[in-house]
């Protein structure tokens, strides 16, 4: 399947689009089976839980059940949870009145209100501060809500779409998210499936992408030799479509194929192969601190007008913790339990981590040419 439009609209956060639908391609049935989920909710109200690992889709997931809705020409606003303080969050969602706080000049509509008749799309809900979760439960059971020093109710008819890349349940089960809000919130759920577990979308996706950059850098480079193409459709993609495009780019931007397959033939920076005496994210001699960071899925600087350090850090934490675990799994042959036991984490939670963080087990990553 392949759809979206021709034209790309970057957003950044709260900003409102009408009705335009993301671009995006696939080919697989597992991806066939998401859109047709995303049909089928898009023309409901009903709350809807995108779930699935950084960099699958989960942004164009969202965007795409707002355009094929029959609020298609009314606004999507997006917050992203883990970016703001509760304080801040509160009157971003909530708006305030004026006086309310030191600073608040004026009524001022929050984005529940900016986005009514449309879409708000709540991103890493799993990091809402847990005095919101108790807010945005309340909104979702009344239909109202008072802003930020507010008197008067303010009633909405805001669509709520949440993503979420982290296991809700275990987070339930440690304390972190509200079971009640979580049960308001999973009336339907959609999970985008890993990169790894559809390879029929890999080609589709090399031939979208070398043709967005072939286009914007002026080059030639906008076909993938076969060997090459295959290697890419067996690599495990722990950083899911985003490091697809990132590595396409880059392949764009430097004009050299060769290059970027060493470092897929060799995958040990995302792999942690790395001795334990190296540091975590040390650049080989070769290669640049930003491109190492590029490597480890942290960092990618070229065509970033936003670099949201909350996000940034959370991609710092997922890579380290990508080392620690992959270095304590092979000490303990790949025995999960004892594993668990020495990293002092639960075992159901090394199984979160391990799923999280993309690892893979180098039985596997080995059969790679
Ligand atoms: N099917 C697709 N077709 C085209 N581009 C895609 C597709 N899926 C994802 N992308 C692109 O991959 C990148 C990552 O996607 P997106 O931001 O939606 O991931 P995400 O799951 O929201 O990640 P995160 O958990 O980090 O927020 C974006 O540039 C997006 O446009
Ligand atoms: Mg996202």
Request: charged share 25%; proline share 7%.
């Amino acid at each position: 399947m392949s759809a979206g439009s021709a034209v790309e609209r970057v957003e950044i956060d709260g900003d409102a689009s009408h009705g335009q639908p993301p671009e995006f391609v696939s080919a697989s049935g597992a991806m066939d089976a998401v859109w047709r989920m995303v049909d089928r909710v898009a023309a409901t109200d009903v709350p809807v839980l995108v779930r699935g690992e950084s960099g699958v889709g989960k942004d164009v997931v969202a965007r795409t059940i707002h355009a094929r809705s029959p609020r298609a020409h009314k606004p999507f606003l997006k917050i992203n949870c883990a970016a703001l303080p509760a304080s801040l969050l509160e009157s971003e969602l909530f708006g305030y009145q004026r006086g309310a706080f030191t600073g608040a000049q004026n009524d001022t509509k929050g984005k529940f209100e900016l986005a009514s008749d449309g879409t708000l799309f709540l991103d890493e809900i799993g990091e809402m501060p847990p005095e919101m979760q108790a807010k945005l439960l309340q909104v979702l059971q009344d239909g109202e809500y008072f802003r930020v020093g507010g008197t008067k109710p303010i009633r909405v008819d805001t669509r709520v779409v949440v993503a979420t890349n982290r296991d809700l349940e275990v987070e339930i089960a440690r304390g972190g998210f509200r079971g009640d809000l979580y049960y308001r919130l999973n009336v339907v759920s959609v999970r985008v499936p890993p990169l790894r577990e559809r390879p029929e979308d890999v080609p589709i996706l090399v031939e979208h992408f070398l043709q967005r950059y072939a286009r914007r850098y002026d080059s030639g480079l906008d076909i993938l030799p076969d060997d090459v193409l295959d290697l890419f459709v067996r690599y495990p993609w722990p950083g899911n479509v985003r490091e697809l495009e990132n590595l396409v780019r880059r392949m764009v931007v430097l004009g050299d194929v060769r290059c970027i397959v060493g470092e897929l033939k060799d995958p040990k920076p995302i792999e942690s192969s790395a001795p334990t005496s190296t540091p975590v994210i040390a650049a080989p001699p070769t290669m640049t601190a930003t491109a190492a960071l590029e490597r480890l899925g942290i960092l990618w600087v070229a065509e970033q007008d936003e670099l949201p350090l909350k996000d940034v850090a959370h991609r710092a934490q997922v890579a380290a913790e990508r080392e620690a675990i992959g270095f304590m799994l092979r000490r303990c042959a790949w025995n999960k339990r004892k594993a668990a036991q020495k990293l002092q984490i639960s075992y159901k939670a090394l199984l979160y981590k391990i799923k999280e963080c993309g690892i893979v087990d180098p039985r596997i990553a080995e059969s790679l040419p």
